[in-house]
């Protein structure tokens, strides 16, 4: 192909994304050398796709924007698929990561996303629509809270296999 002189090429059209990201924690760290203090920053970033596919990353950089981008990149890496079944979770299930504990339980159609933070940010781009969580462990660190819910994800197996184990089930109490 050839260019005129006074023509350029067209370089103005992007690829479409594929996964939202979401930036969870941004931090200025910070190590000691003979000459003095070094900072770096450290991000945390999940990506999702709303389709079941959800991946969470940290990475270190000179600057915030080369934090950011190798944080994706780990994401992209660490991609997993998530069981959705009609909107929710099949089951409730538990994980704990370091300090972190997350609960997690499926909820009936048009409850919504019912969780704080980290979870709801992952839920949300994982496409959870019906979810309550709870965090029981007793830290407040986001990227351990990010890694256990989804080490918890990760855990769930389809309802089919499961039914006599952990299969949701409901029991008539008569009077």
């Known amino acids: 192909m050839f260019i005129k002189r006074n023509q350029t090429r067209r370089t103005d059209f992007k690829e479409k994304e594929e996964f939202d990201s979401k930036l969870l924690d941004l931090s200025r760290v910070m190590r000691m050398t003979a000459g003095g203090r070094r900072f770096r920053f450290r991000a945390g970033v999940v990506i ?8 969470f990353g940290v990475a270190k950089g000179a600057d915030v924007a080369q934090a950011i981008e190798k944080a994706t990149k780990v994401a992209k890496k660490n991609l997993i698929k998530v069981m959705i079944v009609q909107g929710t979770i099949p089951y409730q ?20 996303l019912v969780s704080g933070g980290t979870v709801r940010v992952i839920c949300d781009l994982a496409g959870i629509k019906n979810i309550s969580s709870k965090v029981i462990g007793k830290t407040s660190n986001k990227i ?24 949701i089930t409901s029991i008539k109490i008569s009077p």
């Open 93 to 112: 299930i538990e994980a704990k990561f370091g300090a972190a504990k997350i609960l997690l339980r499926p909820q009936k159609e048009g409850r919504g």
């Open 48 to 55: 999702g796709d709303k389709k079941g596919r959800v991946g």
């Open 144 to 167: 351990n809270n990010a890694k256990a819910t989804i080490l918890a994800l990760k855990r769930l197996k389809s309802n089919l296999n499961l039914k006599s184990k952990h299969a």
